[in-house]
């Protein structure tokens, strides 16, 4: 028997087995379960085939946000030069979901806010009382393992957000500096400041990421996703250019900010610039 790619998922008769035999099909190739005898079992689970790269997060790094091809990185959170955040699109926003890409369109990672009760989804759903509250939002890689934590305490004018690590540690702080014009963060850690962020413009679109000396190291651009999207939609997606590899906890830090600048400094629960 001659089974092809269009061949729906089941079990079929072994083209390299004995008489009586059935082997599992799984809609692109044979497996290695078998199964003697003319009725077929239960379908076995069989692992779920990994998405490929998504062409359309390659062009919103090369053309939405004009940044050219680099190198190849580590595949990771903390070792790829190009990381793209995209927000997962809702009409009505009560939990903060973005995944990870890497430049060329392959999912390393994720970001979701955790802690929410059924009370604080109503109270952001009915309210802007949102941003009022703390935000926690953990930092997973390719595999739901968690690489960073996040909180932001509830404020009134500045925010400040909090990265540790799964096990507690505190890494640093990211504080901002200011309420009115172009917005400013400053990256600290161990009692000294470390780096900074600064809005390019008053809108804080884009960020240029500094370190203690003032030299650019990596850069935050907001893509356009188009009229309908943006006005009916609650996603905002960035990409983040490191320019050369940092050392810790500088990484951390902007790793940190690049993941969670809409929920942790940008945003609140109606897509509202709270720091405009």
């Known amino acids: 028997m001659t089974t092809h790619s269009n061949t729906?998922?089941?079990?079929?008769?072994?083209?390299?087995?004995?008489?009586?035999?059935l082997r599992y099909w799984d809609g692109s190739q044979w497996t290695e379960h078998t199964h003697a005898g003319r009725q077929a079992p239960a379908a076995p689970q069989v692992p779920a085939q990994k998405a490929g790269p998504d062409p359309r997060v390659q062009r919103q790094v090369q053309q939405q946000a004009g940044v050219a091809p680099t190198g190849l990185?580590?595949?990771?959170?903390?070792?790829?030069?190009?990381?793209?955040?995209?927000?997962?699109?809702?009409?009505?926003?009560?939990?903060?979901?973005?995944?990870?890409?890497?430049?060329?369109?392959?999912?390393?990672?994720?970001?979701?806010?955790?802690?929410?009760?059924?009370?604080?989804?109503?109270?952001?759903?009915?309210?802007?009382?949102?941003q009022f509250l703390t935000h926690r939002l953990e930092i997973r890689d390719g595999h739901g393992q968690v690489q960073l934590v996040l909180v932001r305490p509830g404020k009134?004018?500045?925010?400040?957000?909090?990265?540790?690590?799964?096990d507690g540690s505190q890494v640093g702080e990211i504080v901002q500096q200011n309420v009115f014009g172009?917005?400013?963060?400053?990256m600290n850690a161990d009692g000294r400041q470390v780096g900074a962020i600064k809005a390019e413009n008053w809108?804080?679109?884009n960020f240029s990421i500094v370190d203690h000396a003032?030299?650019?190291?990596?850069?935050?651009?907001?893509?356009?996703?188009g009229l309908a999207k943006t006005m009916f939609t609650t996603a905002d997606n960035y990409?983040?250019?490191?320019?050369?590899?940092?050392?810790?906890?500088?990484l951390s830090l902007v790793v940190a900010t690049a993941l969670t600048v809409d929920t942790a400094l940008k945003q609140d629960s109606r897509g509202v610039d709270l720091l405009s």
């Open 8 to 21: 729906p998922a089941g079990w079929y008769p072994d083209p390299h087995g004995a008489a009586q035999t």
């Open 239 to 250: 990409v983040l250019q490191i320019h050369y590899q940092l050392p810790e906890p500088l």
């Open 203 to 205: 809108r804080a679109w």
């Open 73 to 130: 990185g580590g595949g990771t959170l903390f070792s790829e030069p190009v990381l793209v955040v995209n927000q997962k699109a809702k009409l009505i926003e009560l939990t903060n979901e973005y995944k990870v890409f890497d430049q060329n369109g392959n999912q390393i990672g994720a970001v979701t806010e955790v802690g929410q009760s059924v009370l604080r989804k109503a109270v952001r759903l009915l309210s802007s009382w949102d």
């Open 214 to 225: 003032d030299n650019e190291v990596a850069r935050i651009t907001k893509t356009w996703e």
């Open 182 to 186: 172009k917005i400013n963060f400053a």
């Open 156 to 166: 009134i004018f500045k925010s400040r957000v909090i990265v540790s690590r799964p």
